[in-house]
């Protein structure tokens, strides 16, 4: 079949300049999905799914910030509680308490533990044992907490209490404040690891990939660029077809002549 003149002079200079700006135009999307896709296919070998993200920008771009932890020293461990309300023993989350921790004692072999709503009584092993409230008769809402004297004690904006720790009763006393245990900073060990589970919950590295590969980090945006660039790479594959077939009939038609 011979190829009429008007196919070279119009379609395959059009061809020729379309298929090397598609090339051009395609070529850092096809680079981006062809590496992440490698990767990808390799997530069980590079433990992908399990890898915490641990850079901050992209944490936040995620929404998934920095714990801010308020921490006490009790005895040989630490309790701590996180700005969701979270408590830990250590780097173990025990529990949650209703709004944050204001302070953690040690009496009578337990860990005391003084939200701004609830009271906490946890064993040394992190168990908890107790938990009071405003509607077991506690004084709401706590601004301090701690000891007086021998015994446990709270105030409130307006009264302080004595604590009987045997009946869970609170009885007014006057002219007495709580001797609360004082924030300190975390072991860098303990605050490393209560970070990495945190963050460990919320985004793995296989989740970052994803979205990259299919755009979706980027938003509706990176998803469109990334359709666009494989209707560009349909186009090169048809257009590439296309010149192959010309040159190959006119090759033909040549040899025909």
Wanted: net charge positive; charged share 15%.
């Amino acid at each position: 079949m011979k190829l009429s003149l008007l196919q070279y002079k119009t379609l395959r200079p059009w061809l020729w300049r379309w298929h090397r700006r598609a090339g051009l135009t395609a070529l850092l999307v096809v680079l981006l999905v062809t590496v992440t896709g490698l990767l990808l296919n390799h997530t069980s070998e590079l433990a992908l799914g399990k890898a915490a993200v641990n850079n901050q920008r992209l944490l936040a771009y995620y929404g998934i910030q920095t714990p801010s932890l308020k921490s006490f020293a009790v005895n040989d461990d630490w309790l701590s509680g996180d700005d969701k309300s979270q408590l830990y023993l250590n780097a173990r989350p025990i529990a949650e308490c209703q709004q944050s921790l204001l302070t953690a004692v040690a009496y009578q072999g337990y860990y005391w533990l003084a939200c701004q709503q609830q009271v906490l009584l946890v064993n040394p092993q992190g168990e908890v044992v107790d938990s009071l409230s405003a509607a077991y008769g506690l004084p709401v809402p706590i601004v301090a907490f701690g000891l007086c004297g021998e015994q446990l004690c709270l105030a409130t904006a307006k009264r302080s209490f004595v604590i009987d720790s045997q009946q869970f009763s609170f009885t007014p006393v006057e002219d007495i404040r709580p001797s609360a245990n004082k924030a300190q900073p975390l072991p860098v060990a303990i605050e490393q690891a209560i970070i990495r589970a945190y963050r460990g919950q919320g985004l793995s590295w296989e989740r970052v990939l994803l979205d990259l590969h299919s755009g979706r980090l980027f938003g509706h945006g990176g998803v469109w660029v990334v359709d666009i660039a494989a209707v560009l790479l349909l186009f090169l594959s048809l257009s590439g077809f296309v010149l192959w077939y010309q040159q190959r009939s006119k090759k033909k038609s040549r040899q025909a002549d």
